[in-house]
């Protein structure tokens, strides 16, 4: 039992696939995993464990935006032995070259959060980067399934409604796809643990277009990726 998550020892399994919409843990748990059981409703962020492909594999909400995920991803590492963590969320394009629908692997992440100048100090800039062999294992498991996958940096943004779109275009020129909330922390607090992390996101709204993904599209971007996620952390 950790501050945030009411499992007991041994409750979840040494790798945790991690959805923002603790509903969509649900919903993974149920779709994907067998003999799945709940073991945290604390505050309602939900958190299973079942099997995939006969391995334990555990599935947890970690909220919106890096102060809540950095929670989650702490006490799963710290508290329950975590070592292998695969985001499976949704972002925004910044850039032409990205389009509704795509999938993307987080090579790395910048972030306008405060988080890491409060670790490392205002001198520092490190760079969060994903696992290579989660990122290679991937980008593998995609091409087995037909999905194409895009591999580039995403902006971790603390605020979502913004006036950044002058920064956007930039980081865009500077080679990044897609904005969402949570990148730099997973990386930066797995790098500090030994823990092995990755993000892949469906790309659910163009923020140049102002296109967004229906109900329908979300959810089946969702499976795709949610089936991805799952291939390679049993890999
Ligand atoms: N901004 C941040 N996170 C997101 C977005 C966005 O536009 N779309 C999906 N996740």
Redesign the pocket.
Request: proline share 0%; net charge negative.
């Given at each position: 039992m950790s501050i945030h998550i009411s499992a007991g020892p041994g409750d979840v399994a040494d790798r945790v696939l991690l959805p923002g919409d603790p509903l969509r843990a649900r919903w993974i748990a149920e779709t994907f995993l067998t003999d799945a059981k709940e073991y945290t409703t604390v505050r309602n962020m939900l958190g299973y464990t079942g099997t995939y492909h006969n391995i334990q594999v555990s599935v947890q909400g970690t909220g919106?935006g890096m102060p809540s995920a950095s929670i989650y991803v702490h006490e799963l590492i710290n508290d329950y032995g975590v070592r292998t963590l695969i985001r499976v969320?949704?972002?925004?394009a910044i850039t032409p070259d990205v389009e509704l629908r795509d999938v993307i692997a987080a090579i790395g992440s910048s972030t306008d959060s405060a988080m890491n100048r409060v670790r490392f100090g205002a001198q520092i800039d490190y760079a969060p980067v994903a696992d290579f062999d989660l990122l290679r294992g991937a980008v593998d498991q995609a091409a087995g399934r037909g999905v194409p996958m895009r591999v580039g940096q995403v902006f971790a943004?603390d605020a979502?409604y913004?006036n950044q779109d002058e920064t956007y275009r930039q980081l865009a020129e500077h080679g990044v796809l897609?904005?969402?909330?949570e990148t730099a922390a997973l990386y930066t607090i797995a790098a500090r643990h030994r823990a092995r992390a990755l993000t892949i996101?469906t790309?659910?709204?163009h923020?140049l277009t102002d296109q967004h993904s229906t109900a329908e599209e979300r959810e089946r971007g969702f499976h795709a990726m949610a089936q991805i996620g799952l291939d390679t952390i049993v890999a």
């Open positions: 919106m969320g949704s972002c925004g943004a979502f913004h897609a904005v969402e909330m996101l790309v659910s709204d923020l």
